[in-house]
């Protein structure tokens, strides 16, 4: 959590740096989905207090998702599905839906690296508790069977997994689509330029009020660098980042981390971080996971074959951080 507030305020700072002070955004944070929510609307045609108002209504819209797919909520549409697992299928909201959709979508493109099933054997590591645990190698292995997309059904306004005792958690996905789903509602208020930031996740819309291009940072992902990695010059866009420091524990000198391997039930091992930058805020978010477990050489052969993405992927080889970037994206990283 610290961390997540720790590279807002890096955000926060890029952003001031670009600001005019006749050019400053009305602006507002949440606590949404588990981090700090910006939203920041740089749209001066509006009045204050329709921006204020629409930027109400993106707030509340993505409250309404939340309540509607967290698996920590046990009326949500997700703790449903989990329950009735194996049995009928439930009446789901349209959000729901969606998101289910293409979360399937992504599994199918990443050949199965993003499958929001793995959520079965993630409450075994216990990332959410106070005392999170390696756990027993049989106990994954019994779950294993248990992680698989496919079993994901949807039909009409229904949804259903078919295996009993499955999991779901679209932690991998939602924050995404509730980026956009604010911008959605942004837009259909009249406003034309905005950024959405939850936790580092974010999308942009619109031209920036002074620059010619807006300015991300990219986070530092070992504590011991309280600053910036690098920042990404780009137009409107959204950008994602998935790394092993946002939710971990170290046990016997390694670190254990909450992006799983589908395959294995483990941390997938091989990326520090995945940056995705692509035009919705879903697909960034989803893929930035896959690509993660996919390891550098790979996910960076995924992103390189997928013209609407482009990414930048860090490693460790010995003790060094290592990066390698999208063509499309190498002219438009700074590294600091
Ligand atoms: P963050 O939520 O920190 O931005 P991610 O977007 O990478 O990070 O999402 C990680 C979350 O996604 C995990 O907490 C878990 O809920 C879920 N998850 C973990 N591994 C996978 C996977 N292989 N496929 C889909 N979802 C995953
Ligand atoms: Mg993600």
């Known amino acids: 959590m610290k961390r997540k507030i720790l590279g807002l305020l890096f955000l926060l700072f890029i952003s001031s740096c670009q ?12 606590f ?17 207090k329709d921006t204020e108002k629409a930027i109400d209504q993106a707030f509340e819209a993505m409250k309404e998702v939340e309540e509607k797919t967290s698996a920590h909520r046990p009326e949500s549409d997700v703790s449903l599905m989990i329950r009735s697992s194996g049995g009928e299928a439930i009446a789901i909201s ?11 979508f992504v599994s199918e493109a990443t050949d199965g690296a993003f499958d929001a099933t793995v959520g079965v054997v993630k409450d075994l590591w216990g990332f959410y508790s106070d005392a999170p645990k390696v756990p027993a190698l049989k106990d994954i292995d019994a779950y294993l ?27 991998g996905i939602v924050k995404g689509f509730n980026i956009d789903r604010a ?18 996740d974010l999308r942009i819309i619109g031209s920036h009020p002074k620059n010619p291009h807006w300015r991300i940072g990219i986070k530092h992902p070992r504590p011991d660098h309280q600053s910036l990695y690098g920042v990404i010059e780009t137009n409107p866009v959204s950008v994602a980042t998935s790394g092993d420091y946002e939710r971990f524990f170290m046990h016997d000198g390694k670190r254990y981390h909450h992006i799983l391997d589908p395959k294995t039930g483990m941390p997938a091992s091989g990326c520090v971080s995945v940056t995705i930058v692509t035009e919705m805020a879903m697909r960034a978010d989803a893929y930035a996971t896959a ?3 996919m390891g550098p050489e790979r ?26 970037v999208s063509e499309g994206l190498r002219n438009k990283v700074q590294l600091l």
């Open 19 to 30: 600001k005019s002070t006749s050019l400053e955004p009305i602006e507002a944070t949440r």
């Open 32 to 48: 949404l989905m588990d981090t700090v929510v910006r939203i920041a609307v740089y749209d001066f045609e509006l009045s204050s």
């Open 94 to 104: 349209e959000e729901t839906k969606t998101v289910l959709q293409e979360a399937v």
């Open 145 to 171: 069977p248990l992680i698989d997309y496919h079993q994901i059904e949807l039909s009409g306004e229904k949804a259903r997994l078919q295996k009993k005792n499955a999991g779901l958690d679209l932690g």
């Open 183 to 200: 911008v959605e509602v942004l837009q259909s208020a009249g406003v034309k330029s905005a950024m959405v930031d939850a936790g580092g």
């Open 291 to 293: 690509v993660f477990v």
């Open 299 to 324: 996910g960076m052969a995924f992103i390189e074959s997928h013209p609407d993405l482009e990414g930048l992927i860090l490693f460790e080889e010995g003790h060094q951080l290592k990066m390698v």
